[in-house]
Structure formats: C-alpha cells, structure tokens
C-alpha cells in the first residue's frame, strides 16, 4: 500500500526506512529539504509540499504525522484539512496529549488514529510498541503499516476510542520514570554501600535470569560499560518531565494515587534546583528551635 | 564434578536438575526423605544424614545449601563442621541477610559463598541469575555448577568478598519491589481511567518494543490473561517484605535516600492494615477545625 | 462602616457576628430566609434580595461574598453586577481556585478581594487568619472589617494583587494536609507500637512546650479526649482533598517538588478505595516469579 | 526538695536555673571546671566529682543527667554505680534511644527515668516538655522536679515503663521532621510561583488563626524576619538526622507506613550529597531510549 509520512526527524526517519523495507510505497514530507531528500534517497517519493503530499496520495489517503507534539499537529492539519474527506486516515505518531486528539478526531474530516510509539531511536531495527486509539476500521486499513513500523503484529493493537492510544501513552511514560528511579536507587545505594563493586558486571549479572531483568535494566549496563562504573561526567540534571506531569495530572483527576510516578518525577525537578528552599528552610528552623548551627553559603 | 546439594524444596530441587543436566554427579539430601527420594529418582545420589553428605563427597567437597534462610542456615553449618576443612567450599543460594554471611564466612572453617539466587520456579528452564561473594578461587572451583544453575556463563558473576552476593541480592529485591510497585501505579490509573481498556492487550503491545518491557511486564500480562483484566478475586493483600526491609535500613545506614523503594515497602505495609490510624485521625481533625462530617464504620 | 454580607452559612454567620460585635452595620442577605432571619436576630438589616442588599447599602459599597466556590459566586456577581461601579469594593472570603478570583477580578466592575480565610468554626471566638489579594485602596477600605473578622490587625494582610489571598490560602491548605498526615503517622506508630500509651496524654504533654505543638495537635488532643485513644468508631475515611489537589497541581506548573503534600493527598484518596488495584497486582506478580501464594478475597 | 545534675551545657544549664528558680537545691556537676562554676553562680552547690555529687545528696538521691546521648552516659552511670541503690532515682534527660533506656533501667541500681525533653532552649523561659517512661514512684518522687524543669504539670507526664520516654519523644521527632518539610514546601511553592510575596507576612497571617498555626511556624516567620523572604545565605544542607532515622527503623518493625517521615528524613540526605547518582542514571537512560542530549559537568 502507499503511505505519506509527514515529519522526516530521526522517528519520522525511521517509519519511512520501516515502511519501504516492508515493500509499502511512501510519499515523505519535511519542512526540512535536506530531509525529504533523504527520504528520496531511501526510496520513498518526494513532495514539496502538504498539498502534493495530498495530491499524490489520490483517493483514501492514508498519512502518518510525525512531528512535534502541539502546534505544528494542528498547523499541519489545518493546511492538510481541504484535501482530506471522511475515507481518508490520518495517524499522529507523536507524543500528543490525549485530550488535544480527542479534539483533533472530533475536528478533522478525515478518520483520525492518535499512535502512541514507543521504542525510540533501537526501534529502527526492532519495530515499535504502537498503542492506537481511533475508530475500528481506519486501524484496521492501516494494519499492514502497523505491522511494519511495529515489532510485528504483537506490537501494535488498538486500545480503543479517540485519544486512548496517547492516553496509554502517557501512562507508559509515567511508569518508565518510575523504573528509571527505581534502578537507579538500587544503584545509588550499591555505588555507596559497603562494597566495592562492579556495576557493569551487577547489571549484566542481572539482566541474565533475573526477576528485575529489562529493556532499561540494559540500557543501564550499558550505560556503566560506556561511562564507567562511577558515571564519570554524567551530570545530576534530569530533563523533560512533560508526559510525566501529565501522568500526575491525569491521576489527581481520577483521584489514583500514584506516589512512584509522583516522586520520579519530583526528583527531576528537584535535579534542577541546585538550593531547594525546603532544606533551606529546615537548616534555619533546627538554629531555631534548637541553635544547631545554621550551615550557610560561603 | 560432584556436588551436594544440601535441602530440597522447590529451589532446590531445581539446583538439582540443572547439575545433574549439566552432567555433574549431586549427593542430595532433605530433612524429608520424600524429598530426597525425588531427588535421586532425578539421577542424584541419595543421603540419609548430612554426615553421609560429607563422606559421600570426599576431600574438596562442594556443598550447596538451599535452605531457608535464618536459623536453619546456621543448624546446617553446625551440623557439617566437624567436616569441613579449608579446601571445601559451601554455597549459601538463599536469601539470608549480608551480615549473616559475613559472620558465616568468618567462622566456618570451608571457603564460604554467599549467592544470591534470582529468578523463581521459572529458573528452572531459564537458569537463575547467580550474585557470589566470597573468595575467588572458591568461586573459580565452582564456576562448572555456576555455569549449569544460572542461565550460563553471563547469569552469574562474583560481586566481591563475603556477603558482597546477598548485598547485591538484597538492593535487587528492594528494586523489584519498586518496579512491581510502579507498574500498578500505571495499571491502577488506566483500570479507573477515561478509557475501558484491556489491560492484557495493553501489557502485551507493551511488552514487543516499548521502553518498558520486562519480564515482570511479561507477568502482568500473563496475570490479566489468567486473573482477567480486573485482576478477578485477587485481593488487595501484599505478604513478604524481609528484603525491602533489608534494603531500606541499609539505605538509612548509608545515608542514601530510596523513597521509591520505601514507598512501595510502605503499600506492602499499608495493604496488611484494614483501618490506617493516620486517616481515622485526619477523618477526625477535618471536624476539628472545619466541623465537616465524621464517616464512622457501620 | 456598613457591610453587607452575602451568603450566611456558618461561615457567613461567624462573619456578620464579628461585625457587629465591633460595631459596625451589617445588611445580610442569604437564600435561605430563615439564615436572613437568624442574622437579623443577631443585630444585622434584613436584606431580601441581592438587589435590595445593594440598594440598602448606597454608594461606596462593601460587600462580603461568603457563598460556596464555584458557580455560586459566578451567579452572585452576575446578578450583582448592575449596582456595582468603581468606588465599590467586593471581598470573596470562600475558597475560590486562585485563577477563578483573577477573572473575576479583571471582569466585576468594583475592585474585588479575594480573601482566603482559615480558622473555621473556632473562629467565631478567635477570629479568623485573612489572606487577601486585590487592590491597595481597596484593602485599606476594608481594614476596620478585617480587623474584625481576623484575630485582629495582625490576623490579616494583604497578599499581593488579585488571586495572591487565594492562592497563599490554597498553599495554606496544602501544607495543612501534610500537617495532618505527620501526626498521623507519629500516633499511628505510637498506637501500634511497643508501649500501651494513653495518647490523650501524649498530645497534652507536646501541647506543652514541645517544638511539634500546635492548633492542629491540640485538636488531636481533643479527639483523643473525645473518642478514646483507640479513636473509637472513627472510620479509615478521608474526604475532600480540592485545595489539595490545587496545591499539586499548581506545584506541577512550576516544577516544584511537593513530596509530603502530595503523598498526604494520595493517601486520602487510598482511603476512599477498599482494593487497591495496584496492591492486588503486586499479590498476583509475587505468585508470577516466586509461586508465593496468591492471597485471594472470599 | 534537692536534686544533683549532672552535665551543664545548654540544656543542662537550663534545668538548673528551672530548678533553683522554682526554690529547690542544686548539686552540680559537670566535666568543665567552667560549667560547674557557672552553675554554682547561679546558686547551686558545686561538686568536683561524680562520686561527690552523690556524697553530697545523702539518702534517696535524685540525679538529672543531662549528658550527650551514647556512651557519656553509659560512662556517667558506672561512675555512680558504687554509690547507688534502690531508693535512689535517676534521670536521664537526653535523646538516648529507647532500648538503651531499657537496657539501663535493667541494670542500673536505682530506679531510672528516661526522660524525652523538647522544647528547646527557648525551654529557658518557657519550661520543657517532658516525656518521662519508669517507676511509677520514682516519676511521682520526681514530680516537684518536673513541675519546675516543664512548663507546669501540664508539661510533663508519666508515659509507661522503662523506655517509654524516650520511646514517645523518638517518634516526636520523626514528627518535627515532616512538620519542617511540610511548611518548607508550602514556603518553597509561595517562594517559586506566581506572586511576589512577602513570606514573613505569609507567617504572621497564618500564626494569627489558621488552621496550620504553631510554634514552628512562628520559628519559620522568625526565620523570614532574620534572614529576609529570600533566606538569605542559608545554605541548602540539613544535618543531624538520628531520632528521625530512629523512627523509620522502628516503623519498619512495627511494619507501620510513615511516608511522610521517611521523605523528610530522605530530604536531609539528599541535601548532603551534591550529586545524586540515581539522577545521573536517569539523565544517562534517556539518552539509552531516546537519544535525549547528556547532561555533562563541565
């Protein structure tokens, strides 16, 4: 089948390479020339333009969007919106809040798929996790697209109606902070505890045959093989933190507590802060009531 | 080479398997005769005592316990001194505390390891993830066992000196109980979420390709699959938590903050506990000051 | 001065006795004609209606909302809104969110208060503490009014400009269900601990010079003396939990770490829910890698 | 009535001048020259030794130690040991832990009073809080002591047995610590969001009539007085950490959740170690995933 890809960054990159390996024809598109063209070189068509996107597509146009989560979804949208009708699917494959999908599927002529991809950057070869939401029949013409920029068929499945594809997505996303923090308190205890120890060696030791073992579990011994066991120059600054805080946000709404997804994503916030006010405060109020000396900047 | 293999419960008998699969020679032996009789209808000789277990290996004999941690641990030592000189070696592969180990190691007259054994009943066709402490040529002598009992060469390693294999062990149960924690987090939110999802369908799209994938995911999805996706009967009770114990007073030891290993220690805790006095006291104060309504139990 | 005073709930009814009481004049008006009547019995002008409180009170209007958050306040204004100009001043003394009260501001005709006001029914002795935010003048036309409704000229302040009295009254909130949560845990572990305590007697004895005594621990204090140190029927049942959640939900915008607000929030709503979903899986997951047995409901 | 103490620092200090001012008699004693002379100005009777402190008390002595917590005091007690009995009365003001305290009354020889003292040297003025657990006769012996030393009967009260004391002012402790984290991070958001506030004015308002008023929010409104609404030079690092350390231990024997006072105590570690390594990790894994830029020192 003939798929347009929209947004031509290192993901969008990856779904055309995937989509053209699986023997799909493929129109891309990047505000970016150097971008399409790339895309040209791997085999897919160039356009030079949304509307040419549209144009080559004829009749059941099926495009995949990857570009930045929030404006630039609607800006293409809106400029896709005069060539797009009811048998037309459009899939945004981005980081979307639910609720902006929500009001996409109900806005946008064409069948609207909100995609939620994970994987990152290793999914070129690997395929994807691809959690959709949107109505039945636009997942099912897509499904040999799925297939290929998934792991396979086991790695795409519709969760349900518009929005439920990026709302399983956040909730993905709120628990990989939570893993994140985790091991890496597991860590942080092992790097000060009593023994002189190996932590390459702890996680492959681990992630072979262990109740723990994981995906990020190997991303961590990875990390110890290429930074050393100490973490070398990797600096106390976690960025990010936005499908977390929606996570949280999500979770005080339905009243759900989620006190790990919570603190992981606090402990970002407190990497960012170099002199938190709380322990500030706490320094001064023990001179207070108990004239511990009060430890001040120098 | 041969080796005993001191208790017989599930794990053990496992042990057992693997050596013997491995074409290694086990001398076996079990409080229970039953379980001594499976062992040898497994290919292993059978012992009536633990003295016939030391005789039965000769010099440089090899002994692996697997029994419960604790005092049966220490009965079993007692029990094999008078036998063991300082060119055997004992394997503890329980769960028992660091310092145990290392006063363990101090006294008993054999090379001592201490091992921390992970992966569960499902070790038995994958192999274990083995963490060793203890001296290195006694863990060089038994690498052959090693090789067979974890998932091979890359499933076991020596973290460092005595106790330095249930340390490790130790931190991993501590983070497990945090993963495990923080799946529920995100399942919890999706099962009262916006959305009426199939959890199994979920965990599954996870598990091919998504940042999260696990073995403990893989669990998840395997208890949707079994429980249905409202977890069926299974109720909201949380047993165990020596080793989140464990780790949480090593952390205070050492001054390293885990609130996410605490925290999902605190649910275990929390999940025992039908009427939280916290609550019933913050039930009560809210009339205290804002005369809002006491809920009293019926 | 002359005041009116909109809305006679208890909070409303404490408000119009304070100024009375420090002489000035109140027109009161509530929906509830007996509420009217009850004001009026204690000195104040019966008002029939929004309108006639408005005509009653002439020029230089000063009006004190005390109706609920939300809609009622919206409708209050709305039907307020003809009689107002710029030389009238309207407090807002309930709990309005911060960014309903800058709306609000920057939409009524006369210069509004938002007045956060905490201290509840104990109130009506003490007085109360006001948090206000809005313009200057209009602050200092309404001092002899806070002066009275406060503990005194040190109970009230003015903030900042608009939304800043509700917004501190909101953090005020926060912060008190973290103080709640804090001595629920200490009594918690002291009922559940190693000494039989009479915990009437130990509230009393902190009350007394210890660094931790406060309002909120005299009012332990008193449950104590009023349920039994066991807290009697007491349920494990906390409701409420807006300000709360405004708390971390404002705490999330600007990236500051709340830990102890949110887990006190979390905690509240763990009460409202009998089965944890994410404790049940953790029961299901330790069967899936160590066949512990699943504890299931009856 | 007459009564030895033992340990002249602050506080120590504090419990002679309480003593003397309510008309009693002082023997007093400590290992500086300069202490004990300062006491003796102040009135008491100065003794040049452990054991002429107890010569100069004669029958049913009564000791306050107030001695650092550890082995000064195991040290204090030997010493008196020989000239102890039964009808004697010894107390120890300090922050021993409880099982020490119990450790103590098992085997000292006359009867001991563990005695939890909060307060503070603002005590000085105000009298102390005195948790006391022991003898009953021994704490009714003692009583005209208590009167004086707390802020009146009120302030000090009979806990239970040997242990009890300390037990309760151990987990007062745990308290402060999340009381002061509480108020910190209500203080950090006022400090980080919307408005320019003036935090010392946030204090008063609140210590006038709300709900969260207290002592330590009076210190927190000092706080702001001194050192400016910005705290000046405070630096963020809280030390000490002991009884709060002490309270999560024995939350987690008694398996009681006390998520809040653990966090605190995680917030004091966390402020002494510049660069957390599970935040390292977490910076490191996202470029694993998702090829996020690394943050790196420079």
Chains 1, 2, 3, 4 share one sequence.
């Not at 981005?94 to 609720?99: A, D, L, R, T, V």
């Not at 069948?111 to 109505?135: I, N, Q, R, W």
């Not at 120059?233 to 919570?262: K, M, N, R």
Request: charged fraction near 25%; glycine fraction near 12%.
């Amino acid at each position: 089948m003939q798929i347009g890809v929209v947004g031509l960054g290192r993901m969008g990159q990856i779904v055309v390479n995937r989509v053209l390996d699986a023997g799909h024809d493929v129109v891309a598109f990047d505000l970016s020339e150097e971008a399409t063209a790339a895309a040209a070189g791997a085999g897919a068509t160039a356009a030079d333009s949304l509307e040419d996107v549209a144009d080559r597509l004829g009749e059941e146009k099926r495009i995949w969007l990857m570009v930045p989560a929030g404006d630039a979804v609607d800006a293409t949208l809106d400029e896709l919106a005069p060539h797009l009708d009811g048998d037309d699917v459009v899939v945004d494959g981005g980081n979307s809040h639910f609720e902006a999908s929500v009001r996409r599927a109900e806005t946008v002529e064409a069948a609207y798929l909100d995609c939620g991809t994970s994987g990152g950057p290793a999914g070129a070869d690997l395929g994807f996790s691809l959690m959709v939401g949107g109505p039945e029949w636009a997942y099912e013409a897509m499904t040999p697209v799925f297939d290929a920029v998934a792991t396979g068929p086991d790695g795409h499945d519709r969760m349900g109606p518009a929005g439920s594809g990026h709302y399983v997505k956040m909730v993905h996303n709120g628990v990989e902070y939570a893993l994140m923090q985790a091991y890496g308190e597991g860590f942080e205890l092992l790097a000060n505890g009593r023994y002189d120890l190996d932590l390459e060696s702890v996680a492959e030791t681990w992630n072979n045959g262990a109740v723990i073992r994981s995906w990020l579990l190997e991303l961590c011994e990875e990390a110890f093989r290429e930074e050393g066991t100490d973490l070398g120059t990797v600096a106390d600054h976690v960025s990010g933190g936005s499908t977390g805080t929606w996570t949280v946000q999500e979770a005080l709404e339905q009243e759900v507590p989620v006190p790990l997804i919570y603190q992981a994503l606090a402990e970002r916030f407190g990497s960012r802060d170099e002199a938190r006010f709380s322990r500030r405060l706490a320094n001064r109020l023990r001179y207070g009531f108990g004239r511990h000396e009060i430890v001040r900047e120098e």
